[in-house]
Structures are given as C-alpha cells and as structure tokens.
C-alpha cells in the first residue's frame, strides 16, 4: 500500500499559471519534503516542514510556496511556472526526534509529479 | 552534509554479486552512511544504513571501511529489478540532518 501519495503523477500547466501539486501520506510522519528533480539531475530539496514549522532551502525561488494544512497532507504552490520548472516533484516523510537520533531516520518517497510548461 | 563520490555507471551480470563502491573521505565521526536508489519514473527508495559497523538487510549488505572513509553497497544477487541510480549519502547528527543531500549517485545497469 502506497505510504506516500502524490496527485497527480502528471501535471500539465501552461507558462504563468499557477499550480498546485499534493502529497498524502499515512505514515503520520511529522516532517515533510520536497524536493525538485531536472531530467538526469539528482533530487534537489526545496523545502521541508517540520511539524508546523516551515523550513526553506536559501536557494529555493520566491516563485514556490508550500502549505501544509495538516499532519497528513502538504501541498506545492509554483505561483508563476516558467519553463526551467519543468521536473519531477518529489514529496517525502521522516520522523522527527531530537538531534543525534534524526541522522538515522528513513525518508519515504512519494512516486512523484512530473510537471510540464507548455 | 560531507560529500560523496561515486562512479557514474556500473555494469552488471544478473544473477551476479555487484558492489557499488562510494567514497566519503572527509566523512564526520557523527556520519551515518546512507544509500538510497531510484528506480525509472519512480521516488527514491531506502536501501540501508550504517553508522561503523557493517549492515545487512534483506535488501542489500553495507560493508564500511575501518577508517569510514569509504563503503561499499553489495547486491549479493542481480536482478533486471535492480537497475536503477543508487546515492550514497552521509547524514550528520546535527538537526540539518534531517535533510538528504543527493551527489550525482551511480546508475547501475543490469544485463540479463
């Protein structure tokens, strides 16, 4: 059974719309990420929460937002897609804990969203 | 997160051990020794961790250099399932570790 959900796999938006893509999960993890992933290119983190708090890379763009609105769900907002954008969006889960016990935690990844820009 | 290195392609056998060398020379004594792989169209998946001692799991077997500077990642046997691109990854103990921090990674090809 699917831990991590993201919806939809393949999102399909024009130049300048805004977009959101979602992440589920049943793990009740309280951290959640996402990451970018360009074509050949490794995963990239954007951003994470960490319960409610909401932590961001220093070179992720203004253009992407996050929200999460509970333990289970988190969203990606790319207000103005642009064509470099284009990529695979990838949510994850950890457990949180206190320092000298996260180093060990497992991630779990969603299938992703593959995003195009037309 | 310290860095890794690892050769960009790997060939292998099915049915056949394959061992997936990364090198972490400027590795913390705080460091576990992570390794993830991505399967094609899909999400990175957990293959196995260490911190100094070697691992096994039902996936694969972890084996960790005495100086911890470089491990390796062994497939005992091969399967066409098995190709995909394997990170390593090193992951600290500070509250940045919750964070993974993907170098180029290996793209292991399998031959049937």
């Known amino acids: 059974d699917a831990m991590v959900i993201q919806n939809p796999r393949y999102q399909v938006t024009q130049f300048g719309k805004p977009v959101t893509l979602s992440c589920s999960q049943t793990?009740?993890?309280?951290?959640m990420y996402w990451y970018q992933q360009k074509s050949s290119q490794a995963p990239k983190l954007l951003f994470h929460?960490?319960?409610?708090?909401?932590?961001n890379e220093a070179d992720t763009p203004d253009n992407f937002q996050s929200r999460r609105p509970n333990t289970s769900f988190c969203f990606l907002d790319i207000r103005s897609p642009g064509l470099g954008d284009a990529a695979m969006y990838l949510c994850?889960?950890?457990?949180?804990?206190?320092?000298?016990?996260?180093?060990?935690?497992?991630?779990?990844f969603g299938a992703g969203t593959r995003l195009s820009v037309l | 997160d310290a860095k890794t290195t690892q050769p960009n392609s790997m060939e292998s056998n099915e049915e056949e051990p394959v061992h997936l060398p990364c090198n972490h020379s400027?590795?913390?004594?705080?460091?576990?020794i992570h390794w993830y792989r991505q399967l094609p169209s899909q999400g990175p998946e957990y293959v196995i961790h260490?911190?100094?001692s070697n691992v096994n799991n039902r996936m694969a077997s972890l084996a960790i250099a005495e100086d911890r500077k470089s491990s390796t990642l062994i497939l005992h046997r091969a399967t066409l399932r098995d190709a995909a691109v394997y990170y390593c990854?090193?992951?600290?103990?500070?509250?940045?570790?919750?964070?993974?921090?993907f170098g180029g990674g290996t793209r292991l090809m399998v031959k049937p």
């Open positions: 260490g911190l100094t």
């Open positions: 994850a889960t950890s457990r949180g804990g206190i320092a000298g016990l996260v180093a060990k935690n497992i991630q779990y």
């Open positions: 990854i090193l992951r600290d103990v500070a509250p940045a570790g919750n964070m993974l921090t």
């Open positions: 400027t590795i913390s004594g705080t460091d576990y």
């Open positions: 929460y960490y319960d409610k708090d909401f932590n």
């Open positions: 793990l009740n993890h309280n951290v």
